[in-house]
T-cell receptor, first 114, second 114 residues
């Protein structure tokens, strides 16, 4: 299985600011995914990030609000822009295990917006 | 549409006893995969068990087993000899062989009573 780390593990931010979350994998992966998990809720896919191409966003999520970078096969960032209290969530990155259709998740970033 | 339904928001079990968590799903695909993930308070998503739809045999991983009923689109998780460390949120998830989109249920919160 892949070892995935995320930074920061948690943060408290002020309304109107932006936060960039980093996701690092210990092996090269083609696809990385970003999820949002609002308090007490299930996981919702924000976008899929492929190296060398624009991220693909799910319905309800836009690039201006959640810009994603994928500079290489082991790293990705998700920025939460112009934050509001409604953005308070856990943000998780995951990677796909090739040929097994499994996803492995990072430990998550707990974001609180005041 | 791909959906995953977990009808039990909360479950409890006595330590050393057996508990079954329910999950139903909907898909028009013939080739797909089903998963149970565990999310303890540390919020790290951990893959518990997986089932390929083309396999008739139910998957088993130590104390964890599934009852996969393809015709009924049912995928329940049985935890035997429950331990305190099993206390967590459990998410049922589904993905197809043709895409990377994971569909998660709303989760079941499992409490293990000493």
């Amino acid at each position: 299985s892949a070892v995935i780390s995320q930074k920061p593990s948690r943060d408290i931010c002020q309304r109107g600011t932006s936060l960039t979350i980093q996701c690092q994998v210990d092996s090269q992966v083609t696809m990385m995914f970003w999820y949002r998990q609002q308090p007490g809720q299930s996981l919702t896919l924000i976008a899929t990030a492929n190296q060398g191409s624009e991220a693909t966003y799910e319905s309800g999520f836009v690039i201006d609000k959640f810009p994603i970078s994928r500079p290489n096969l082991t790293f990705s960032t998700l920025t939460v822009s112009n934050m509001s209290p409604e953005d308070s969530s856990i943000y998780l990155c995951s990677v796909e295990r090739a040929y097994y259709n499994e996803q492995f998740f990072g430990p998550g970033t707990r974001l609180t917006v005041l | 549409a791909q959906t995953v339904t977990q009808s039990q928001p909360e479950m409890s079990v006595q330590e050393a006893e057996t508990v079954t968590l329910s999950c139903t799903y909907d898909t028009s695909e013939s080739d797909y995969y089903l998963f149970w993930y565990k999310q303890p308070p540390s919020r790290q998503m951990i893959l518990v068990i997986r089932q390929e739809a083309y396999k008739q045999q139910n998957a088993t991983e130590n104390r964890f087993s599934v009852n996969f009923q393809k015709a009924a689109k049912s995928f329940s998780l049985k935890i035997s000899d429950s331990q305190l460390g099993d206390a967590a949120m459990y998410f049922c998830a589904h993905t197809t062989n043709t895409g990377n989109q994971f569909y998660f249920g709303t989760g079941t919160s499992l409490t293990v009573i000493p």
